[in-house]
């Protein structure tokens, strides 16, 4: 003869530590992924949002003034961590500068001037005083020349 499996009864310590297990995993996937959301973010974008955006007409008129002058920068980091800008149109004498920050992560800052290359009157590339140190960077570019004024922002390849 075969005897028939017993049954435990369910009771409500059973119900209790679902509920205690269910609710632990549920709090621990959220305070994981609230720690990796502030850990990744080291600062504010802009200190006060309602100012930011009673300025944000102005910040698109300049950048439609960038565009109009049609000036065209590119920035390598060359093997020695100097930075080398090649450039599309922009005039000869041009004073250009830059400043970096680390994109994510390490808060880490610089600003470089840059000197033309090869001869003086061809103004189409430029290398900047000092190294940089290797890694991630943004590039924020201001160039001025002939009474202008441009501006672009990009990633230090």
């Known amino acids: 003869m075969s005897a028939k499996p017993t049954r435990t009864q369910f009771t ?91 994109p994510i992560g390490v808060r880490d800052y610089a600003a470089l001037a840059f000197e033309a290359m090869g001869e003086p009157a061809s103004g189409d590339a430029y290398r900047s005083t000092d190294p940089v140190a290797e890694g991630r960077w943004t590039i924020r570019i201001s160039i001025e020349a002939a009474g202008e004024t441009w501006s672009s922002e990009a990633e230090l390849r």
């Open 12 to 102: 409500g310590r059973h119900m209790a530590v679902i509920l205690v297990v269910g609710f632990g995993i549920v709090a621990a996937v959220n305070f994981t992924m609230a720690s990796f959301a502030t850990g990744g973010f080291h600062g504010v974008v802009v200190k006060n949002s309602y100012v930011a955006s009673q300025q944000f007409n102005t910040w698109l008129e300049e950048a439609e003034a960038d565009r109009a002058l049609g000036w065209e920068v590119d920035a390598r980091r060359n093997p020695d961590g100097h930075v080398d800008l090649t450039t599309n149109g922009v005039p000869a004498g041009a004073i250009i500068t830059a400043e970096l920050r680390r």
